[in-house]
């Protein structure tokens, strides 16, 4: 691989719904080893960037490329080339135990209880009895058990308390600091660019602003961009 192929790069990339673009000619890319935040609005097409990263929906134009290569098909050939999602539905099997759930599709328990160790206690558990914080736990723990290369995120954080927020973030970190490249998005906007390296800003479905964390964070136009799109 040549030295600064991004592990993930949407080229003029055009994704929606029955050949509607709702996301136009975007150009996004996440190093191996990087976190990126994608934020934006609600209905800016944060979630169908995602999905058409991921092979979930078909793109309308452009391109995906994984670690220089085009992409193509759905994501279970997307990750056996390393790519793995977590989509806001935590995709939990309820009536299933935790050790069961974490073994599906690849995981390790092991893996997985290394990252979380505080699942140890519910593995003879169904995972519908766990909290929403432990079964994020378990969704995040069980994709990071599967040594992803990349780690494409859709609110990790949604209903979560802050603290439970931190925990997830900093082992999303500590898998970045070990290659993983992660484009997250989050509607916790300074805990997201608390751990990213830089990010992107969506509205309506084009990149409007885009820079590192801390020019973001220092940038009036990011809750701008929030506001002027809720009026
Ligand atoms: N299944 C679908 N069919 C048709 N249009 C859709 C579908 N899902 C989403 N859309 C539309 O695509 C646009 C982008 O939606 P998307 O879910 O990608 O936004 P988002 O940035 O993830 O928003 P949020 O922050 O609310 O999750 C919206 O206008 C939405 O109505
Ligand atoms: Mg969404």
Redesign the pocket.
């Known amino acids: 691989m040549p030295v600064g192929t991004a592990a993930i790069e949407a080229v003029e990339l055009c994704a ?3 050949r509607q673009p ?2 136009k000619d975007l150009n996004l890319s996440v190093a191996p080893g990087e976190i990126v935040a994608l934020l ?10 995602l999905l058409t990263l991921a092979g979930e929906l078909p793109s309308i134009g452009g391109q995906t490329r994984l670690f220089g290569e085009r992409a193509s098909g759905p994501l279970h050939r997307r990750a056996r080339r390393g790519l793995a999602l977590i989509t ?1 539905e935590r995709s939990v099997f309820m009536g299933m135990s935790v050790r069961d759930n974490l073994r599906i599709g690849g995981g390790s328990v092991e893996g997985a209880l290394e990252i979380f160790p505080e699942l140890t206690d519910h593995l003879g558990r169904k995972a519908g009895l766990l909290s929403g914080g432990q079964q994020q736990m378990l969704t995040l723990g069980r994709a990071l058990s599967r040594r992803p290369r990349v780690l494409l995120a ?2 990790l954080s949604l209903g979560l308390a802050p603290v439970i927020v931190d925990r997830l973030l900093d082992q999303v970190s500590g898998a970045a600091k070990d290659g993983l490249a992660v484009l997250l ?1 989050e ?1 916790h906007v300074s805990a997201v660019l608390g751990v990213a390296d830089r990010g992107y800003v ?1 509205v309506h ?1 084009r990149v409007q602003l885009e820079g590192t964390s801390a020019e973001l964070s220092a940038d009036g136009r990011l809750e701008q961009a929030y506001l002027a799109s809720a009026s």
């Open positions: 929606g719904y029955d709702v996301v934006g609005p609600n209905g800016a097409g944060k979630t169908t960037t806001e859709d609110e998005v509607q969506l479905g």
